[in-house]
Nanobody
Framework: QVQLVESGGGLVQAGGSLRLSCAASGSIFSINAMGWYRQAPGKQRELVAS???????NCADSVKGRFTISRDNAKNTVYLQMNSLKPEDTAVYYC???????????????WGQGTQVIVSS
């Protein structure tokens, strides 16, 4: 069984910083891409940033220059450093991993339970 456990959310003032972490554990054979998504009330879930196993990153235009995604492959962990936070960054942030549990299985998406980020003005 695979688990993705997020941590690091919370309440912060506008202009502040937070660092999210997500550790994947369980029966994992290989992880391809990992990423962070967010969902604000009344809005669809959207991609914030992603990173491949080789370190190639992709960020949403709304967070470029403010958020940085990184990962530690040895720890099966992905991070999201969020700086210069704005009230519009308020959302539940979800970790995502595209992984396979055995040599013969295909890659499948797994999700964390979400961590709340609230940015006050």
């Amino acid at each position: 069984q695979v688990q993705l456990v997020e941590s690091g959310g919370g309440l912060v003032q506008a202009g502040g910083s937070l660092r999210l972490s997500c550790a994947a554990s369980g029966s994992i054979f290989s992880i391809n891409a990992m990423g962070w998504y967010r969902q604000a009330p009344g809005k669809q879930r959207e991609l914030v940033a992603s990173i491949t196993s080789g370190g190639v990153t992709n960020c949403a235009d709304s967070v470029k220059g403010r958020f940085t995604i990184s990962r530690d492959n040895a720890k099966n962990t992905v991070y999201l450093q969020m700086n210069s936070l704005k009230p519009e960054d308020t959302a539940v942030y979800y970790c995502n991993a595209d992984l396979k549990v055995s040599y013969s299985s295909g890659y499948k998406d797994y999700w964390g339970q979400g961590t709340q980020v609230i940015v006050s003005s």
